[in-house]
């Protein structure tokens, strides 16, 4: 992979993370794979490649990369608006969340408490997806700026949709923050949004 396809991969997982948001905001439902896919991301440490963060491939970031194309092709009929509204937030966040050192340590010990109730429950299970919203609730939600999903009400105010939106924003964090020390930054994403594209295309065509 190239180092922009490397970048792909973690903005994909962030965009990923957003359209998942978004589907439980308004469905109530999403595909255990690629909740599986995002939450494991979580708990990896010092992987070999950007796709080993995910699993080993990108097939669970199909949607993200779908997202992340319309946003960048700027084609009114397919922008997903919503989960572009998330992912811009979830850059902004993890810009915030690199300055407060206290909270990253705070972030790491929490998860490393998470990675033993994997061990014991699974990477899917609710008391894990509880633990990764409370996580989130307790640092980034702290925080100023905040993330207004909407959505349906009626999937919104259930208590395992609404700790699998917290999980997942968690995730999108840890995916912009991999793009961030990929060498990603905002700016690519206005002036540099055809060489991404080169870039994406044939990863898309690879899921088709």
Known sequence: MTPTQEQLVALGA??????????????????QASLACMLGSLLVRDPPSTLDVYGGDDLNLRDGYRALCSAL???????????????????????????RGDMLQV?????????????????????????????????????RQRIQVHGDMRYLQQSDNAAKIRALLLCGIRSARLWRQLGG??????????????ALYPMLRGHD
């Open 14 to 31: 962030v965009f990923e993370a957003a359209v998942l948001v978004d589907r439980i905001a308004r469905t109530g439902q999403i595909p």
């Open 73 to 99: 092709e700027r084609d009114a009929n397919a922008l997903q608006r919503e989960p572009l509204r998330y992912a811009l937030a979830l850059m902004a966040l993890e810009r915030q969340l690199d300055k």
């Open 107 to 143: 972030i790491g010990s929490r998860l490393d408490q998470i990675q033993q109730q994997v061990e014991h429950f699974g990477l899917t299970h609710e008391n894990v997806v509880a633990a990764c919203g409370g996580l989130y609730e307790d640092t980034l939600s702290t925080f």
């Open 185 to 198: 930054h905002r700016w690519q994403l206005v002036f540099g949004r055809r060489k991404l594209l080169d």
